[in-house]
């Protein structure tokens, strides 16, 4: 494979949060190649908040496995639930239900997430500087 082909290292992504403003946020290709390609091929992806613990998640309709999966993460990980097809982003100190692949950390804002309620729109899209 070419290094055109496995595209960038670091990929950049908006988090646009219904009624609350945007987060940015950034996945890292070498943490979860595979997760990561098959999401960004996906982007634009929506979906409605769950909550738990200290941590919003929302529904993909991506179904993958674990890809190097941790079951603890840093505050500020965005990470892929292989269990529930989710997208995760952990805002606050708590750990993952069960293990996630680690996709990369929010870099702007993550304090909105903070605010989200169950049920909000969350859009998640490439950044275009």
Same mark, same amino acid.
């Given at each position: 494979?070419?290094?055109?082909? &496995?595209?960038?290292?670091?990929?950049?992504? /908006?988090f646009?949060?219904?009624?609350l403003?945007e987060?940015e946020?950034e996945? %890292? =290709?070498?943490?979860a190649? =595979?997760?990561?390609?098959?999401?960004?091929?996906?982007?634009p992806?929506?979906?409605? %908040?769950? !909550?738990? /613990?200290e941590?919003v998640?929302?529904e993909?309709?991506?179904?993958m496995?674990?890809?190097?999966?941790?079951? &603890?993460?840093? /505050?500020? &990980?965005? %990470?892929?639930w292989?269990?529930?097809?989710?997208?995760?982003?952990?805002?606050?100190?708590?750990?993952?239900?069960?293990?996630?692949n680690?996709?990369?950390?929010i870099?702007?804002?993550?304090?909105?997430? =903070?605010?989200?309620?169950?049920g &909000?729109?969350i859009?998640?899209e490439? !950044?275009?500087?």
């Amino acid at each position: 494979m070419s290094s055109n082909e &496995t595209g960038i290292s670091r990929v950049k992504i /908006k988090f646009v949060i219904e009624g609350l403003g945007e987060a940015e946020g950034e996945f %890292a =290709r070498f943490l979860a190649p =595979r997760t990561i390609d098959t999401l960004v091929r996906k982007l634009p992806l929506e979906g409605r %908040a769950a !909550l738990w /613990k200290e941590e919003v998640y929302f529904e993909t309709p991506i179904k993958m496995g674990e890809e190097k999966a941790k079951d &603890t993460v840093e /505050k500020g &990980t965005i %990470a892929f639930w292989p269990m529930g097809s989710a997208l995760c982003i952990f805002y606050g100190e708590s750990q993952p239900y069960s293990p996630v692949n680690i996709l990369g950390k929010i870099t702007k804002n993550l304090e909105l997430f =903070r605010q989200v309620k169950s049920g &909000t729109k969350i859009k998640v899209e490439l !950044l275009v500087n």
